[in-house]
């Protein structure tokens, strides 16, 4: 069974940083890309930084120059390092992996369980 497993979530003040991790298990033969979603109470779900199995990154506006996603492929981990936290960063936070189970089978997501950050102003 593939799992992601999240931590590092927490309450902090604006302008603090935090570091996400999300930990991988399970047998998987690629993995196409690794993201990081958030949600905050009556929003949609939103992408907020993406990384390919290149090394390619890519974040939503809002987070430009503050967060940035990076992957070590030897602990199986992804990370997100939030530096300058708002409040409007205010949201739980998921792990996602976009993997293919097998040589012949086709790209299946798996989600973390979430790890909520709370900025206050």
């Known amino acids: 069974q593939v799992q992601l497993v999240e931590s590092g979530g927490g309450l902090v003040q604006a302008g603090e940083s935090l570091r996400l991790s999300c930990a991988l298990s399970?047998?998987?033969?690629?993995?196409?890309?690794m993201a990081w979603y958030r949600q905050a109470p009556g929003n949609q779900r939103e992408l907020v930084a993406s990384?390919?199995?290149?090394?390619?990154?890519n974040y939503v506006d809002s987070v430009k120059g503050r967060f940035a996603i990076s992957r070590d492929n030897a602990k199986n981990t992804l990370y997100l390092q939030m530096n300058n936290l708002k409040p409007e960063d205010t949201a739980v936070y998921y792990c996602?992996?976009?993997?293919?189970?097998?040589?012949?089978?086709?790209?299946?997501?798996?989600w973390g369980q979430g790890t909520p950050v709370t900025v206050s102003s």
């Open positions: 996602n992996a976009n993997y293919q189970r097998t040589l012949f089978s086709g790209y299946v997501n798996v």
């Open positions: 399970g047998s998987i033969f690629r993995i196409n890309a």
């Open positions: 990384i390919t199995s290149g090394g390619n990154t």
